[in-house]
């Protein structure tokens, strides 16, 4: 007998290319016809749909999204949404970030299994979460099954957003240590301006204002004067021009490489002697587990989940959200090589033993089979480790 192809409805913010789009991209490459992805992006964008493989049953619609924070707006998107909702009837309702909550209000009546995922918070809830927002959270997702990364989040969804910790489930990124554990490109290196003999700062990532890219060139410049070194930032984004302006009033311009978006970062990850984050918010980011498997030490700011996710010796390297600080993990790691190469492995052995990708694709595939969250049938392995006591507000 042929076994009915489930069908998920996943709603994305937007598909910019991000950790949660990465994320998608891999599993649907993963299960390849298993399942019926239907996909929507409320702001119309589908970069990431380049990252699907072809064989991957992928169909893609559009749902007009009224703008505005009135209640006429929300009330016509809701009924839009609804109205697709019963059109399409998925088995599964897959929602992504705060970008996606209507459609939580659109099946508050529960006519579809729904699972939230939640990544993470943008420049405006970097420090503080928003109340109304909160509210919100608490009101709809209730009685949704939630899935968070990060333990920070998890701490998060429990104690500010108040949601019953038995509808909430712990499964961090899953990274393909194979892919990354391989030596550089040497040739790709020289292409892109990376020079040899010299010591390289590097970091992947959006060139957002999250990111705080600018206090990466400022503590660059603090100690590229001591020494020959290059910083090499792997990504792109709006505030590229900012930051190509920023490295030439510190007059480090012929020191930095900015490479544009880099489908394969595993070609430089592992010629990066140190590798950079110097964020202002964080949860569990996908481009520190790909660090993690490429074997590199960590100077970074001690946001979100990443002192969780380094190895222990690695955890004097994280610092406050400090320019003066930041450039003191990355010279501390730069003057003492075999040092960092120690930490290196260590975070290597420790991307595969918890955040190897099997273990992501595990939770996954009894989320996407109609298994939404049981606290004690979840607790099996490093990917759905149970997260301990304690309560934080800190949301970056």
Request: glycine residues 8%.
């Amino acid at each position: 007998m042929t076994q009915l192809v489930r069908t998920l409805l996943h709603v994305f913010s937007t598909l910019e290319i991000g950790g949660p789009q990465i994320r998608f991209a891999q599993l649907a490459n993963h299960f390849g016809r298993k399942y019926r992805h239907v996909i929507l992006a409320m702001d119309g964008v589908t970069d990431a749909l380049a990252l699907i493989a072809d064989d991957v049953d992928v169909q893609l619609i559009e749902a007009p999204v009224r703008r505005g924070h009135g209640v006429g707006a929300a009330v016509e998107n809701v009924r839009r949404f609804h109205g697709i909702l019963r059109a399409i009837r998925p088995e599964l309702l897959i929602t992504a970030n705060w970008g996606a909550m209507e459609w939580a209000l659109a099946n508050l009546e529960r006519r579809v299994a729904h699972l939230h995922l939640e990544d993470g918070f943008g420049p405006d809830e970097a420090f503080r979460q928003i109340p109304r927002r909160v509210w919100a959270r608490r009101l709809l997702l209730r009685r949704s099954a939630v899935l968070v990364p990060s333990q920070t989040l998890y701490r998060i969804a429990r104690d500010t957003w108040r949601l019953p910790e038995r509808r909430l489930l712990y499964v961090p990124n899953g990274v393909d240590c194979d892919r990354f554990g391989i030596p550089y490109d040497r040739e790709f290196a020289a292409a892109v301006g990376i020079r040899a003999g010299i010591p390289v700062i590097g970091t992947v990532a959006g060139l957002r204002s999250e990111k705080n890219l600018g206090r990466l060139l400022d503590a660059f410049a603090l100690i590229a004067r001591e020494r020959a070194m290059q910083l090499v930032i792997v990504g792109d984004g709006p505030e590229r021009g900012e930051l190509t302006a920023r490295a030439e009033r510190l007059g480090v311009q012929q020191s930095v490489i900015m490479t544009g978006a880099c489908a394969a970062p595993e070609r430089l990850l592992p010629r990066f002697d140190v590798y950079a984050v110097s964020s202002d918010t964080e949860q569990m980011p996908l481009s520190v587990l790909e660090a993690l498997a490429a074997a590199r030490p960590l100077a970074a700011t001690d946001v979100g989940d990443i002192r969780a996710m380094v190895d222990p010796e690695n955890h004097p390297f994280l610092v406050a959200r400090d320019t003066v600080a930041l450039a003191g993990a990355m010279r501390a790691l730069i003057e003492k090589p075999d040092a960092a190469a120690a930490i290196g492995a260590a975070n290597a052995r420790r991307a595969r033993m918890v955040f190897d990708k099997r273990f992501m694709f595990a939770a996954y595939e009894r989320l996407f089979d109609g298994q939404l969250p049981d606290r004690q049938s979840w607790d099996q392995s490093p990917a759905h480790a149970h997260v301990p006591g304690g309560s934080s507000s800190n949301t970056g």
